[in-house]
């Protein structure tokens, strides 16, 4: 079992920045890779993700915007989140991708609101 706990979302005017937290526990060596989620009206997408390799990939609405990392020490992925744009508002969901065929793990979701 996996417990993934986000912390970071708020209110931020456009061109703003933030950095989203994802602390997991729990076992953490079951896991293949991290990564965002965001959902708002009309709209859902995979924003990053990180494997367990380090190789990353985003979206091409957030390249060259959003950069995710990872601190193995603290088991924690981050989002930094250059640049904010409106579009961006959304609720931001951290997932875990365990090994084999089972489900993702999911954090509690944060919102995260550009607006001026």
């Known amino acids: 079992q996996v417990q993934l706990v986000e912390s970071g979302g708020g209110l931020v005017q456009p061109g703003g920045s933030l950095r989203l937290s994802c602390a997991a526990s729990?076992?953490?060596?079951?896991?293949?890779?991290m990564g965002w989620y965001r959902q708002a009206p009309g709209q859902r997408e995979l924003v990053a993700s990180i494997?367990?390799?380090?190789?990353?990939n985003y979206a091409d609405s957030v390249k060259g915007r959003f950069a995710i990392s990872r601190d193995n020490a603290k088991n924690t992925v981050y989002l930094q989140m250059n640049n904010l744009k409106p579009e961006d508002t959304a609720v931001y969901y951290c997932?875990?991708?365990?090994?084999?065929?089972?489900?993702?793990?999911w954090g509690q979701g944060t919102q995260v609101t550009v607006s001026s």
């Open positions: 729990g076992s953490i060596f079951s896991i293949n890779a």
């Open positions: 494997t367990i390799g380090g190789i990353t």
């Open positions: 997932y875990a991708k365990p090994y084999g065929l089972r489900p993702n793990y």
